[in-house]
């Protein structure tokens, strides 16, 4: 079993989606589904951490990610062998530009 790790801009992007969804859209309701389904997925990968494929990126970056979609958004996450980790690095909207997003975790 791996332990489940979320980097602080990992947190920061689920709390903006949560705010987001809950302000502009005004759906509090759709918002708390959203990251109780986000967390429980992520949840899943401490028994499953190879699941969800590998990010193919354009650019390569200085870690190997794998990307989980959950709704209109791409979990990024890198898996460590060593330390039975999962590390969530981000939580991204999938039309942004998700190569920029990555290079600067």
Request: net charge positive; aromatic share 14%; no cysteine.
């Given at each position: 079993m791996y332990k489940i790790e979320y980097l602080p801009c990992a947190l920061d992007d689920l709390k903006e989606i949560a705010g987001y969804i809950m302000d502009k859209l005004d759906n509090p309701i759709a918002a708390e589904n959203l990251v109780k389904e986000i967390v429980e997925k992520v949840d899943l990968l401490s028994d499953f951490p190879y699941s969800a494929p590998c990010y193919m990126p354009i650019k390569?970056?200085?870690?190997?990610?794998?990307?989980?979609?959950?709704?209109?958004?791409?979990?990024?996450?890198?898996?460590?062998?060593?330390?039975?980790?999962?590390?969530?690095?981000?939580?991204?909207?999938?039309?942004?530009?998700?190569?920029?997003?990555l290079e600067n975790t």
């Open positions: 390569s970056l200085t870690h190997e990610y794998r990307k989980l979609l959950v709704k209109n958004y791409f979990i990024f996450y890198k898996v460590n062998e060593t330390e039975k980790t999962v590390t969530v690095a981000r939580i991204i909207y999938a039309r942004r530009n998700i190569g920029t997003l």
